[in-house]
Each structure stands twice: as structure tokens, then as C-alpha cells.
């Protein structure tokens, strides 16, 4: 009962020995996620104790890969390391790269998911995003464990913190895997990703859909639901009372004219009969009644 991950995805963590990449790991490990070792540049051959864990460091995901048969890899680094740490993991063909890392220039990003593209093996989850979790299963990046419960409902988010608050509202019904895709201009798995995934998934029931003012993705995604979905959809869109024209949170968050907009982005959810939510609360709550019916 998941999409991209499961118990038995074995994880690395780029940046482990970081103090972010150190903290996030104790937690990932304390939630049941498989971590097999992690990779810092210059710090090869290191073994590192990590609540009775011992976990190898490597230089490179290759030489990562070669000796744990890693699946999949979690990017604690800074902004100005990033690009060179997801190139690292695609040329090592992982097949899922979960990028935690705030505040990657734009121009960094489009290079290695272009790259990542040209190799066609890789996916990326991110940047800027909280990560994936499948619960008591695996959680690769931060979302916290313990405010939520598994169950056949997914969920798919461009916020972190509404990640969180989506996952704790609906957590005695529980999530089958919620995906933080994250709210950069450029990013790697989309809405449209995750709701094929979701309706693919015999487990999934039922789909929560997040997105935020500007660009169009969400307006992208109704027209995949119209066409794709079979599955009952709730949506919410953040940005309500924002004023056009300006920039607010996340770097892709830029409303022009009736581009963007909250409203539009609303109405074309619906038009797919997709039900939106005015609040978290509001869609937490059409999503029970959903299920109950």
C-alpha cells in the first residue's frame, strides 16, 4: 500500500555526516526506514554510530551503491553542493533521489533534472520539498513519523507544513504514502506523477491534492484528472487572500492577472469534480465524508 517506496527500499543519506544530515538521519532510522549508509565527499571509510546503527560512508553513490545496493537516496547538502550531488546519484543510476535542500538556485536545478531526463532512469522528488512517507514502512526526508497512521488515502502536496497538517487532520484514517513534491519553479515529480501513481495503486481509495498560487500545474492536474483519475479527489489550494503580482512563500508561488490565482485554480479542480476545501480542516473533512460513503 504505496507508490515509489516501501520497507524494503534501501536508503542513503548524502550529507549524513552534516549536522541536518545527522539529525533527519536519527529520525528516518527511528521510524523504521531502511538506511544502509550515507556519502560525503573526503570522508570515505568512515563508519558512524547512530542509535546502535552502523553506518558505512562512502566518497561517491556509486561506490555507495556497489557495496549496499542502495534504491534510493535522500540530499541533505547545501544549496551550492546540491548540483553535484544529485549528478553523483544519477550518474550512479539510483532510481529515486529525494532532494531536501532549500534554496538551490533555478539554474541548478533545470541542469540536473535535464540530466536526470537524458538518462531516463532516475527519479527525483524536490527540490525544496519534505520528502516521501509510506507509513510504518519507510520515510525518506522530514516529515515526522508520528502525526500520522497508515490507511488508503494519498496524498500529494506542494507545502511541507500542509503536508504535515493534511497527514495529522486524516491520521486515525491514515495515508497509504504522502509525497511533499515541493514548490520551486522547477521541480521533479508532479502532481500529475503522483495521481498516476495513486490511481494505479490497488490500496489507494482515495487522493488529497495540495497546491499553492501561481504557474499552472494545478490547472494541469484537473485536466489529468479529468482524463486519468477514476479515484475520488479533495483538493485545497493555499493562497486565497494573497494580492496578485507578488511573491509569496515559495519561489513558484507568482500570480499574474487571472493566472495562478487561488480562484482559478479552484474552479478548474472543480470542473474536473474534484471537491477544493476553503481550509485544511474544510478538505480534511471532505475527505471523511467521502470515505464514509
Request: with cysteine.
Amino acid at each position: 500500500m504505496s507508490i515509489f517506496i516501501n520497507k524494503q527500499t534501501r536508503v542513503l543519506v548524502q550529507g549524513m555526516t552534516g549536522s541536518e544530515g545527522t539529525k533527519h538521519t536519527k529520525k528516518m532510522l527511528a521510524s523504521g526506514t531502511n538506511i544502509v549508509g550515507g556519502v560525503t565527499p573526503g570522508k570515505g571509510g568512515m563508519i558512524v554510530e547512530m542509535d546502535g546503527h552502523m553506518l558505512p560512508v562512502f566518497n561517491t553513490v556509486k561506490e555507495a551503491v556497489a557495496a549496499t545496493q542502495a534504491d534510493a537516496t535522500v540530499v541533505f547538502v547545501p544549496p551550492k553542493f546540491a548540483k553535484s550531488a544529485v549528478i553523483d546519484a544519477i550518474d550512479a543510476a539510483m532510481p529515486l533521489v529525494v532532494v531536501i535542500t532549500e534554496g538551490i538556485p533555478v539554474h541548478d536545478t533545470a541542469a540536473f533534472f535535464a540530466y536526470a531526463q537524458s538518462k531516463g532512469v532516475t527519479r527525483i522528488i524536490g527540490p525544496n520539498c519534505p520528502g516521501i512517507i509510506t507509513p510504518g514502512q519507510s520515510n525518506i526526508g522530514i516529515i515526522p513519523a508520528d502525526i500520522t497512521g497508515s490507511g488508503p488515502i494519498g496524498l500529494v502536496s506542494k507545502s511541507g507544513t500542509l503536508t504535515y497538517q493534511m497527514a495529522y487532520e486524516l491520521r486515525d484514517i491514515g495515508i497509504s504514502t504522502a509525497v511533499g513534491i515541493g514548490g520551486d519553479p522547477i521541480i521533479g515529480t508532479t502532481h500529475i506523477d503522483c495521481l498516476r501513481a495513486f490511481q494505479d495503486d490497488p490500496e489507494t481509495e482515495a487522493i488529497v491534492m495540495i497546491g499553492e498560487i501561481g504557474g499552472d500545474a494545478e490547472e494541469r492536474a484537473a485536466d489529468f484528472i479529468r482524463e486519468y483519475v477514476t479515484k475520488p479527489v479533495v483538493g485545497y489550494v493555499a493562497g486565497f487572500t494573497a494580492p496578485e503580482g507578488k511573491t509569496m512563500g515559495h519561489a513558484g508561488a507568482i500570480v499574474s492577472g487571472s493566472s495562478g490565482t487561488a480562484q482559478g485554480k479552484k474552479d478548474a479542480l472543480e470542473a474536473a469534480g474534484v471537491r477544493v476545501g476553503q481550509t485544511p480542516s474544510e478538505t480534511a473533512r471532505l475527505m471523511r465524508a467521502i470515505l464514509k460513503r
